[in-house]
Structures are given as structure tokens and as C-alpha cells.
């Protein structure tokens, strides 16, 4: 496909100022968060029906959740606001979308996708098991597939959806293939990386308004982690390359949906499964997406898929 007006790109800063915005909004609105949760839980602990169910279980979730989890749900609801807004700021519309059909050779491309990506992960992550970088949990629950199953199923179809469908045909309007293909996956790896670091957190009673402040203030930092920057953001950017590519070559978001699906299911059920040993950076990292030796089987998967899918 041919941009209409190559080297001009009017849809990436806009895209970038809404990713901003949506940072910047869950910064301020975590706090507030943050304090509605904790009164909600009084609230519940001290009401008449405190032993149903469904509360039970609202309250345990809430005496678990610290101040990087309602960071995050506050970004999710900025997101959420905001995304109507820049839809219609950057005219998105169903025909950025490729076309389904034929369904036959869709679903073929999404099983094939998602048979190799998930196949690959768990090969790395039997080897990572044999090298003792991880070690099986004591009661793995080798069936309890619901989990990764439903992760898989809709990060893979809402992400390339967006990503791969929505966003790639927005850049694709006014950039040249590589240079959409390229600014996508550099925002879809950007997006996946700007998360509060693995472990840190902020107690209780230091909540402040600011506190989300600092969340962004630590995500910040890790881009100066050269070895968490080389374990993490290539990774995260391979598979957005990997996902784009095979977009690129079939016409259709079907494989890229089995691609995704399988990694994710990969990731998820090997983390359900096992405990990370030690610190093996920048080649083995705490997950399955993290290290060197991911980011080589995420290219490898890439490699395999090119000669394997169906080109348009």
C-alpha cells in the first residue's frame, strides 16, 4: 500500500500526544484511586453483607492491591476516556481495517501462528527449566489452562485490532510502508514498556497526590537500564515487528491474532508453572518476554512464519 503523501506523518504525533495524555491522566487519577479503594474497603468490611461472595472476594482483592495496580487501572480508564476522542481527532473508521475473508485460509493462519509462537516459548522456557534459571512451582497445576487461554484469545485479537488493523492503516495513509511499519512498532513496544517496575512499590501510607508522579518517574528510569532496555524493549519490539510483518504479508490481521495468542498463552501458563532463580540478565529475564534468548526465539518465530504463511 502507498502513502498519499509520504514523509509527511500528521497521525504519529497525534498518537504520541495521546499516549501522553493518557500517561499523564492515570499519573493524577491513581491517587484518588488509590483512596477510593481503601474507603470502599471500610466501608464494605463494616456493612451487613460483608460474608456474601462476591464481597468476600472484592475485598480480598482490594487488601491485596497496592498503589502500582490502581496506577495501572488509572491509566486503563484514561485510555478508555480518551480513546473516543482521539478517534475522531485522527478520523479512525472500519476501512483502515484489512479485508476477513476467506475465513478457510484465516483460520488456518491463526492456528499456524499460534502453534508456533506458543510451541517456541515453551521449547525456550523447557530449556530455561533444564539451565536452573527456573524451577517448577511445588504443586503446578498443569491443566488450569483457563487463564492463559482467555489472555491469549483477547490480547490477541483486541491488540492487533488496534495495533495492526486501526493504527497501522491510520500511519499507512500518509507514511511510506517501512516508515509506518517502523513508527508502529516503536509506539506498540513503547505502550507494552511503560509499566511500573517489576517488585517496586510504594507503602500505604506514603500515598500521596504525586505518588503516580513517581510511578512515571521510575518507568522513566528504566530506559537507562541499558541491560533491562536490551532484555526488554528489543523483545517487545521483535514481536511487534514479527506481528506487523506477517499483517504486511497476508493482508490480514488472522495470523498476526494467532501469533500474539500464542505468546501470550506461552508466557502465561510457563509463569503460572514455575519461579525465576537468580538474575540471568540481559539473557534470561524474569518472564518468558524478557532477555536475550527471548528476543532470539521471537525472531526465529518470525523467520519460520515468513516461509510458512500464505503471502497476499
Known sequence: MQAASPGSSPALPKLLLYLLAVMLGGALLSAPLFHLGKAGHGWLSASSFH???????????IERAQFTRYFNRAVLVCAIVLIWPFMRWVRLERSLLPAWRPYETGLKQWALGFVLAAGLLLALGFIFLQ????????????WKLEEPITAALGAGAIEEFFFR??????LLRTMTETKALISLTLVFALVHFLKPPEGWQIADAAVTWSSGFLVLRQIAAGFGDVHFLLAEFATLFAVGWVLAKARMQTGALWAGIGLHGGWVFGLKYFSALTTYSGNWLPWIGANLKVGLMPLGTVLLTGWIATRLLRTR
Do not use: I, S, T
Open 51 to 61: 460474608d456474601v461472595g462476591l464481597v468476600k472476594w472484592l475485598l480480598a482483592e
Open 131 to 142: 539451565m536452573g534459571a527456573y524451577q517448577l512451582r511445588p504443586d503446578p497445576r498443569w
Open 165 to 170: 488493523g486501526l493504527l497501522l492503516g491510520l
